[in-house]
C-alpha cells in the first residue's frame, strides 16, 4: 500500500458537511486540509451545458452509481436482505457538493423541542409512551445552534420571511418556529398562482402559510465570504439538477470558491474512503483507493467523516470502532437510531393551466399548524405530526405526465387514457407533507452477511419498517392535504399512501435518512458527544445527519450544516490548542 505525507485534517467526503468544515478550518487556522471525494468534479459550466429530464431526473446522472455500491434492506430481524438495484426511496448523492448539488433547496430550521424530543415526551406521556420508542436528547439545544443556522442561512443567501424575530411573533412568517436571530437575508420568492392559492385557502381554514425557506435566490446576493451569485430564473431545473445560473446554492458555488486556491487546503476527487485506521484509542489517517485503483493509506492527526448518513455509519463499522448495535439486547450504539421520514401526496387538479414547468425547487409555501405536536387529534394517538405543503418546483413534462383526476376516464392506457392526460397536462400539482419519523429499537443499520461492493466489503443493511404510528401521521397529514386542496377549489386526486403499508425501498419519499452514528449526552446511547465527537476517539469526528437520534419534519440540510459549523467552531477555538474530549 502506497503511504502519503501526513496531514492536519482529512475529510472523507466533499458535500455539504465536507466542504463546510473544510472551508471554516483552512480559512481559520493555517492546518492543512485534505477533503477526499470519491465522486467526480462538478462544475458550473457542466450544468451549464444543458440540462435534460432523461438523463437527470429519470436515470439519476447525479447519483451513486448503484452497480458499484448500494444498500440493502429487509424489514424486520431475521429476515434476509435484498440489495436496493435500482433508485427508490432515497437518492444518495456521489461527486464534488454531494447531494447538495442536486438537492430542492428547501430550508428549514427544527423546531427547538426537537433537541429534547425525548424529555419532553416523557414529560407529557410518561409511561403511556410505546415500549420500543428509542427516541433520545440531542445534548444541544436550539438557542446553542441558534448563531449557527444563522451563519448557514447566510451563506447561502436564504430567502424567507421570519415567524419569530427574538421572541417577537410577526405576521407572514412561521409563528411556531424557534426565535430567529434575525430576518432572513433575503426576501421570499414571488408566490406563483398556485401557492397564493394555497396561502388563501390555509388562512380560510385558520392556518398559519409562510413562504418555505428557500435556498434559491430571490435576487442577486453577496454572502459574507464575498461570493456573489445571481437571482433564480425560474427555469424549473432544480431538484435532482445542478443549478445552470448559481442561483441555487450548492457546495461547488458557495464553498468551493472560498477554497480554491488556497494553500492550505487540497480536494482529491475519484477516492473512495474505505477505512479509517486507529490504533490504541487514536485515529491515525485513512486508506482509500484512488482513481488508479490503489490502494493508498492518508495520515493525519484529525479525521472527519462527512460521508453522508448511510456511508458514515458503515465505514465506523467497517473500521471495526465502536460496539455495533444489537436490537436483541439493546447493547451497542452504531448503527441504532435510523430513521427516514413520513411522507404523503395529495394530487390536485385545477381548471386552469398552472404553468407549472416554471418554478424552483423550493418556490412554495408551508403550514406548520401540525407540526411537532400542535393541533393533533388526540383520538388518533399521533405523538408527533408534521410539515404540509405546496410548491411550484417545476414540473417536468416526461416524470410528471399522465396525472388524471378520479372519475375522468377509467381507462389506465390507450387512446382515452392519453386523451384525459393530454387535457390534464399542465394542470395537476400536489399538497405534500413530511412527518417526523421517531426511533425504534427494531430500526437499524449494520453490514450486511452477503452482499459487497465492487471492493468486495459489505454493503450497509437497513432494517426498516413502518409502525402503526407513521402509518397514522401519513393519515393525518393526507386528511389536512384533502381539506385544504379542496379549499383551493382544487379536484383531489388519490394520495401516495407510500406509509400506508411496510416500508417500501420503491418509491421516492425524500433522501433524508438520518441516524445510526448518533450523537447524544452519554457514551451509553450514543456514538458521539454533542459535539459531533466520537466518546471514545476524539481526533474523529462524525458530522452529518447520521448524528441525528430521530427524524424532524422537513428538511435536514440546514440542521446539519448548523451542527457542522458549531463542530468546526469548537474544534477551532478549542480543540486544536487543547485536543482531547470536548464534553
Ligand atoms: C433529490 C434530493 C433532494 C433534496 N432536497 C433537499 C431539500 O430541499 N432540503 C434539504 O434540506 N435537504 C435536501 N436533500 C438532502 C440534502 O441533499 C442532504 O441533507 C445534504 O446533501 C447532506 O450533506 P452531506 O454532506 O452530509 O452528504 P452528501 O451531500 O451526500 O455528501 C456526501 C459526499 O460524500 C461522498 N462520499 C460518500 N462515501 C464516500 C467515501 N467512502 N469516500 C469518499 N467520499 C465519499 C459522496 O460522494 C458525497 O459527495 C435532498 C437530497 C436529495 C438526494
Same mark, same amino acid.
Given at each position: 500500500?502506497?503511504?502519503?505525507?501526513?496531514?492536519?485534517?482529512?475529510?472523507?467526503?466533499?458535500?455539504?458537511?465536507?466542504?463546510?468544515?473544510?472551508?471554516?478550518?483552512?480559512?481559520?487556522?493555517?492546518?492543512?486540509?485534505?477533503?477526499?471525494?470519491?465522486?467526480?468534479?462538478?462544475?458550473?459550466?457542466?450544468?451549464?451545458?444543458?440540462?435534460?429530464?432523461?438523463?437527470?431526473?429519470?436515470?439519476?446522472?447525479?447519483?451513486?452509481?448503484?452497480?458499484?455500491?448500494?444498500?440493502?434492506?429487509?424489514?424486520?430481524?431475521?429476515?434476509?436482505?435484498?440489495?436496493?438495484?435500482?433508485?427508490?426511496?432515497?437518492?444518495?448523492?456521489?461527486?464534488?457538493?454531494?447531494?447538495?448539488?442536486?438537492?430542492?433547496?428547501?430550508?428549514?430550521?427544527?423546531?427547538?423541542?426537537?433537541?429534547?424530543?425525548?424529555?419532553?415526551?416523557?414529560?407529557?406521556?410518561?409511561?403511556?409512551?410505546?415500549?420500543?420508542?428509542?427516541?433520545?436528547?440531542?445534548?444541544?439545544?436550539?438557542?446553542?445552534?441558534?448563531?449557527?443556522?444563522?451563519?448557514?442561512?447566510?451563506?447561502?443567501?436564504?430567502?424567507?420571511?421570519?415567524?419569530?424575530?427574538?421572541?417577537?411573533?410577526?405576521?407572514?412568517?412561521?409563528?411556531?418556529?424557534?426565535?430567529?436571530?434575525?430576518?432572513?437575508?433575503?426576501?421570499?420568492?414571488?408566490?406563483?398562482?398556485?401557492?397564493?392559492?394555497?396561502?388563501?385557502?390555509?388562512?380560510?381554514?385558520?392556518?398559519?402559510?409562510?413562504?418555505?425557506?428557500?435556498?434559491?435566490?430571490?435576487?442577486?446576493?453577496?454572502?459574507?465570504?464575498?461570493?456573489?451569485?445571481?437571482?433564480?430564473?425560474?427555469?424549473?431545473?432544480?431538484?435532482?439538477?445542478?443549478?445552470?445560473?448559481?442561483?441555487?446554492?450548492?457546495?461547488?458555488?458557495?464553498?468551493?470558491?472560498?477554497?480554491?486556491?488556497?494553500?492550505?487546503?487540497?480536494?482529491?476527487?475519484?477516492?473512495?474512503?474505505?477505512?479509517?485506521?486507529?490504533?490504541?484509542?487514536?485515529?491515525?489517517?485513512?486508506?482509500?483507493?484512488?482513481?488508479?485503483?490503489?490502494?493508498?493509506?492518508?495520515?493525519?492527526?484529525?479525521?472527519?467523516?462527512?460521508?453522508?448518513?448511510?456511508?458514515?455509519?458503515?465505514?465506523?463499522?467497517?473500521?471495526?470502532?465502536?460496539?455495533?448495535?444489537?436490537?436483541?439486547?439493546?447493547?451497542?450504539?452504531?448503527?441504532?437510531?435510523?430513521?427516514?421520514?413520513?411522507?404523503?401526496?395529495?394530487?390536485?387538479?385545477?381548471?386552469?393551466?398552472?404553468?407549472?414547468?416554471?418554478?424552483?425547487?423550493?418556490?412554495?409555501?408551508?403550514?406548520?399548524?401540525?407540526?411537532?405536536?400542535?393541533?393533533?387529534?388526540?383520538?388518533?394517538?399521533?405523538?408527533?405530526?408534521? /410539515?404540509?405543503? *405546496?410548491?411550484?418546483?417545476?414540473? $417536468?413534462? +416526461? #416524470?410528471?405526465?399522465? !396525472?388524471?383526476?378520479? =372519475?375522468?376516464?377509467?381507462?389506465?392506457?390507450?387512446?382515452?387514457?392519453?386523451?384525459?392526460?393530454?387535457?390534464?397536462?399542465?394542470?395537476?400539482?400536489?399538497?405534500?407533507?413530511?412527518?417526523?419519523?421517531?426511533?425504534?429499537?427494531?430500526?437499524?443499520?449494520?453490514?450486511?452477511?452477503?452482499?459487497?461492493?465492487?471492493?468486495?466489503?459489505?454493503?450497509?443493511?437497513?432494517?426498516?419498517?413502518?409502525?402503526?404510528?407513521?402509518?397514522?401521521?401519513?393519515?393525518?397529514?393526507?386528511?389536512? /392535504?384533502?381539506? *385544504?386542496?379542496?379549499?383551493?377549489? $382544487?379536484? +383531489? #386526486?388519490?394520495?401516495? !399512501?407510500?406509509?400506508? =403499508?411496510?416500508?417500501?425501498?420503491?418509491?421516492?419519499?425524500?433522501?433524508?435518512?438520518?441516524?445510526?452514528?448518533?450523537?447524544?449526552?452519554?457514551?451509553?446511547?450514543?456514538?458521539?458527544?454533542?459535539?459531533?465527537?466520537?466518546?471514545?476517539?476524539?481526533?474523529?469526528?462524525?458530522?452529518?445527519?447520521?448524528?441525528?437520534?430521530?427524524?424532524?419534519?422537513?428538511?435536514?440540510?440546514?440542521?446539519?450544516?448548523?451542527?457542522?459549523?458549531?463542530?468546526?467552531?469548537?474544534?477551532?477555538?478549542?480543540?486544536?490548542?487543547?485536543?482531547?474530549?470536548?464534553?
Amino acid at each position: 500500500m502506497q503511504r502519503l505525507k501526513p496531514v492536519d485534517v482529512v475529510i472523507a467526503g466533499g458535500g455539504w458537511v465536507g466542504l463546510a468544515m473544510a472551508k471554516e478550518i483552512a480559512t481559520r487556522t493555517s492546518l492543512s486540509v485534505l477533503v477526499l471525494e470519491r465522486g467526480p468534479a462538478r462544475r458550473l459550466k457542466d450544468y451549464a451545458a444543458g440540462m435534460d429530464e432523461v438523463d437527470y431526473a429519470l436515470r439519476f446522472k447525479m447519483m451513486q452509481n448503484l452497480a458499484e455500491e448500494t444498500t440493502t434492506h429487509r424489514h424486520s430481524i431475521g429476515q434476509t436482505a435484498a440489495p436496493i438495484r435500482q433508485y427508490g426511496s432515497f437518492n444518495p448523492g456521489t461527486g464534488v457538493g454531494g447531494a447538495g448539488e442536486h438537492w430542492g433547496g428547501l430550508a428549514y430550521r427544527y423546531l427547538p423541542d426537537q433537541f429534547r424530543l425525548a424529555t419532553m415526551l416523557r414529560e407529557k406521556h410518561g409511561t403511556r409512551l410505546p415500549a420500543d420508542l428509542l427516541v433520545q436528547d440531542w445534548g444541544v439545544t436550539y438557542d446553542e445552534l441558534e448563531p449557527y443556522y444563522w451563519q448557514a442561512e447566510q451563506m447561502m443567501g436564504i430567502g424567507g420571511k421570519a415567524g419569530n424575530l427574538r421572541g417577537q411573533i410577526v405576521e407572514g412568517g412561521n409563528p411556531f418556529e424557534g426565535p430567529r436571530s434575525h430576518e432572513f437575508p433575503n426576501p421570499p420568492h414571488k408566490p406563483t398562482w398556485l401557492v397564493s392559492r394555497f396561502n388563501q385557502a390555509a388562512r380560510e381554514l385558520g392556518y398559519h402559510p409562510f413562504p418555505t425557506p428557500a435556498a434559491t435566490l430571490s435576487q442577486t446576493y453577496r454572502n459574507p465570504d464575498g461570493v456573489t451569485r445571481s437571482g433564480c430564473a425560474y427555469c424549473g431545473y432544480c431538484l435532482r439538477y445542478g443549478c445552470m445560473i448559481g442561483a441555487k446554492a450548492q457546495p461547488t458555488n458557495t464553498l468551493l470558491p472560498v477554497l480554491t486556491g488556497r494553500k492550505n487546503f487540497t480536494l482529491r476527487t475519484g477516492c473512495n474512503v474505505r477505512r479509517i485506521a486507529h490504533r490504541e484509542g487514536t485515529a491515525t489517517g485513512v486508506t482509500y483507493i484512488g482513481e488508479s485503483g490503489v490502494e493508498i493509506e492518508q495520515p493525519a492527526h484529525v479525521v472527519i467523516l462527512g460521508s453522508w448518513t448511510l456511508n458514515n455509519c458503515r465505514l465506523l463499522l467497517l473500521s471495526k470502532i465502536g460496539e455495533p448495535y444489537d436490537p436483541a439486547t439493546g447493547k451497542g450504539t452504531l448503527g441504532r437510531n435510523l430513521t427516514h421520514q413520513v411522507g404523503t401526496a395529495t394530487p390536485i387538479f385545477f381548471e386552469r393551466p398552472l404553468n407549472a414547468f416554471m418554478g424552483a425547487g423550493a418556490l412554495g409555501a408551508t403550514l406548520a399548524d401540525f407540526d411537532g405536536d400542535r393541533n393533533l387529534d388526540p383520538s388518533m394517538g399521533i405523538l408527533r405530526g408534521g /410539515q404540509i405543503r *405546496v410548491t411550484s418546483g417545476g414540473e $417536468a413534462p +416526461i #416524470g410528471s405526465f399522465g !396525472r388524471i383526476p378520479p =372519475g375522468e376516464t377509467e381507462a389506465s392506457w390507450g387512446s382515452a387514457w392519453k386523451k384525459a392526460a393530454l387535457k390534464w397536462w399542465d394542470h395537476a400539482s400536489s399538497i405534500t407533507s413530511e412527518a417526523e419519523h421517531l426511533a425504534y429499537r427494531q430500526n437499524y443499520i449494520d453490514l450486511d452477511p452477503t452482499y459487497t461492493d465492487k471492493f468486495g466489503d459489505p454493503l450497509a443493511r437497513l432494517t426498516l419498517d413502518w409502525t402503526d404510528h407513521e402509518r397514522r401521521q401519513a393519515e393525518m397529514t393526507i386528511q389536512v /392535504q384533502a381539506k *385544504v386542496g379542496k379549499a383551493m377549489g $382544487a379536484r +383531489i #386526486g388519490n394520495p401516495a !399512501r407510500r406509509v400506508a =403499508g411496510r416500508y417500501s425501498t420503491v418509491e421516492y419519499q425524500s433522501s433524508h435518512v438520518s441516524g445510526g452514528v448518533v450523537a447524544g449526552t452519554s457514551p451509553e446511547n450514543s456514538v458521539l458527544n454533542p459535539w459531533m465527537q466520537h466518546w471514545s476517539i476524539p481526533n474523529l469526528w462524525v458530522v452529518g445527519a447520521s448524528g441525528f437520534p430521530q427524524n424532524s419534519s422537513g428538511n435536514p440540510t440546514m440542521t446539519i450544516l448548523a451542527m457542522a459549523y458549531r463542530s468546526a467552531d469548537v474544534m477551532i477555538k478549542r480543540y486544536f490548542k487543547r485536543p482531547g474530549s470536548m464534553a
